[in-house]
């Protein structure tokens, strides 16, 4: 695997965030003289003007949401101002995904599901550029091939030198506790070498509660960065156990500072036929 760099010198942060999508989403590598530029015609139509997006989102409604919802931010001096890095955070409301890169000092990514960016018409616009101006970028959702899908995406954006954030619970908590975390980041954590920030959210729930429509102003919520977690010690990326041990250290570290309540079970949607119900009783490896 390519060592972690960071984008290329020549290419600005709008080239970046068109070009970001091709390259997840394709078997090809990136282009390899540094400052090279991919043609514009060689990038999907769907993100074109992503660049400009983004850059309203990240310098002027993040820090006008800040002055509004005054979010109260702990640990930002733990955030590496550079370099490949992964933010593992609980998983309260929807919102989440909005406050974790309002908070952040530097620019967040992360994988939103698809049919946000996939609807027609003004409001189908709306919520594509709303998560593109978010540094959200599409992705399949699901089990199988889909997760393992994602892991390859969220790599790559990381060998590009970028920030990402994943939620090891694997979905929102509906109930405010901590659930038990999935191995996927800690795979790519010592698949990668990135260091893995946790992260711990707290009043988001209510905030955006389950069937609200917009944020409220009150109460405000609190975002905890912790300190960067080196799990190299923990073995190869290849090894169970070491993915097992690596993910049970992120959610001690997300539990120290998020304070909920334990809930010593996977986070898992019922499941929908008999089949899905044998796979969730027999051992097997949530990613």
């Known amino acids: 695997m390519a060592p972690l760099s960071r984008p290329p010198r020549g290419m600005r942060e709008s080239a970046c965030n068109r070009e970001y999508p091709r390259l997840v989403t394709s078997a090809e590598p990136a282009p390899a003289a540094a400052g090279e530029q ?4 060689q990038v999907d139509a769907e993100v074109s003007g992503i660049g400009l997006t983004y850059v309203i989102g990240r310098w002027i409604v993040a820090p006008l949401a800040r002055m509004i919802y005054r979010p109260r931010i702990i640990g930002r001096k733990n955030f590496p101002r550079k ?7 609980n998983h309260l409301s929807f ?3 909005f406050v974790i890169p ?3 000092p530097r620019p967040v990514r992360f994988l939103a599901k698809s049919s946000y960016f996939d609807g027609k018409g003004i409001k189908g616009w709306f919520s594509r550029h709303f998560f593109y ?15 393992l899908d994602a892991l390859a995406q969220q ?4 060998e590009s030198g970028w920030s990402t954030a994943l939620y090891p619970e694997g979905t929102r908590s509906l109930d405010g506790r901590l659930y038990k975390g999935r191995t996927g980041v800690a795979f790519l954590a010592l698949q990668t070498g990135a260091p893995v920030i946790p992260v711990g959210l707290v009043g988001t729930n209510e905030m955006m509660p389950v069937g609200a429509k917009f944020p409220r102003l009150r109460p405000r919520v609190t975002v905890s960065f912790g300190e960067p977690l080196d799990l190299s010690h923990h073995g190869s990326a290849d090894s169970g156990r070491a993915r097992r041990q690596a993910t049970d250290e992120i959610m001690a570290a997300i539990h120290a500072l998020s304070g909920q309540e334990l809930a010593n079970a996977y986070n898992e949607a019922p499941a929908s036929n008999p089949v899905e119900r044998l796979k969730q009783v027999l051992p097997h490896e949530r990613r």
């Open 102 to 104: 309002m908070a952040a």
């Open 133 to 147: 101006a978010a540094g959200a970028f599409p992705v399949q959702r699901g089990a199988g091939q889909a997760a």
């Open 95 to 97: 919102i989440d995904s």
């Open 155 to 158: 790599r790559r954006l990381l």
């Open 83 to 89: 370099g490949a890095v992964i933010l593992a955070s």
């Open 38 to 41: 991919v043609p514009a015609e």
